[in-house]
């Protein structure tokens, strides 16, 4: 799963959180809040023996792409999976509650972007990892209702599973590349809980069609592809935040009739190449085969959105 132009320009799959957001932004922009030097640290992994980070795996802040200010918070998906908790939960929530006051007023920023790499829940803080994605979720819907959009960006290691999934369903918009990944419950979870006769873990094509990204795009799950090279993320999170809907309830309901006819289509296909032979792709078990370049045309084919360099 390697992007074919990692050759010029760096590879959001490989690189780090913090990487991320000095190649997203615009050079030298970025102000870190509460960054590795204030040690905000766990303070629940020392009774399992394992070592903190001094940003408890995400990185949040304030800066600018294309001039314009923004706030940023990035997972960092090789710290503990990315996952939610106690420290990490609280700077993103944080963050999210002062974007929504200060909307209208001179301090606001045009957009939120969430670069997502995140396996859910951190385990070892349990109830305080459940509590930080439901309270995330409320904060990320006060910002939408204030009239700010929060564009989500999935393309790590970890992908966006679990509370991620939830989180990232929330956004305005979501922004993904062959390597992103979404679902609710992660593939070694259904195969523990259902048996590895419905869900392979280990069958990662399997994994793929289900959760990657070029499955999510087509079945309406995300709603921009991107090659995997930074620069493509910020020219689609760039042109995103100026065409996403405004949070009402008319967009709601219209979400919901859109999922209401999805499971009504598809809701009996037991693997992708089903859901696309009902599309009436061509050449349905063939989708994970093509080129970037061909995947793309595919899309402006039928009609689904991409950002294309």
Not at 26 to 46: C, K, T, W, Y
Request: a negative charge; aromatic letters at 6%; proline letters at 5%.
């Amino acid at each position: 799963m390697i992007p074919e132009n990692v050759m010029n320009e760096p590879s959001w799959y490989e690189l780090s959180a913090r990487a991320r957001i000095n190649g997203f932004l615009d050079a030298g922009s970025f102000n870190e809040i509460l960054g590795p030097q204030d040690r905000v640290m766990s303070p629940h992994l020392a009774f399992f023996d394992l070592p903190p980070a001094f940003d408890d795996g995400i990185i949040i802040g304030r800066g600018m792409i294309d001039g314009r200010p923004v706030a940023v918070a990035a997972q960092e998906g090789q710290f503990m999976g990315g996952t939610f908790a106690e420290v990490s939960g609280a700077k993103l929530v944080g963050l999210l509650r002062a974007v929504a006051k200060s909307a209208g007023t001179p301090q606001a920023v045009s957009s939120v972007f969430l670069l997502l790499d995140t396996g859910g829940v951190r385990l070892q803080e349990a109830n305080a990892g459940e509590m930080a994605v439901s309270e995330t979720i409320r904060a990320i819907l006060d910002v939408r209702h204030k009239g700010v959009p929060v564009i989500a960006l999935i393309g790590g290691r970890a992908g966006a599973f679990g509370g991620g999934g939830l989180v990232t369903a929330c956004c305005s918009h979501i922004v993904i590349s062959e390597q992103g990944r979404i679902s609710v419950s992660g593939p070694e979870v259904i195969e523990t809980n259902k048996g590895v006769e419905e869900f392979d873990s280990k069958d990662r094509a399997l994994v793929w069609r289900v959760t990657g990204g070029r499955s999510r795009v087509l079945l309406g799950g995300a709603d921009s592809y991107v090659k995997g090279d930074i620069s493509s993320f910020r020219k689609a999170a760039a042109h995103a935040r100026n065409s996403v809907p405004t949070l009402s309830l008319e967009t709601l309901e219209h979400e919901q009739e859109r999922l209401e006819q999805r499971l009504s289509a598809f809701g009996d296909c037991r693997d992708t190449p089903e859901i696309w032979t009902r599309i009436g792709l061509p050449n349905p078990a063939g989708i994970a085969d093509l080129t970037e370049d061909e995947f793309i045309h595919l899309l402006a084919k039928e009609g689904v959105r991409h950002d294309a360099r």
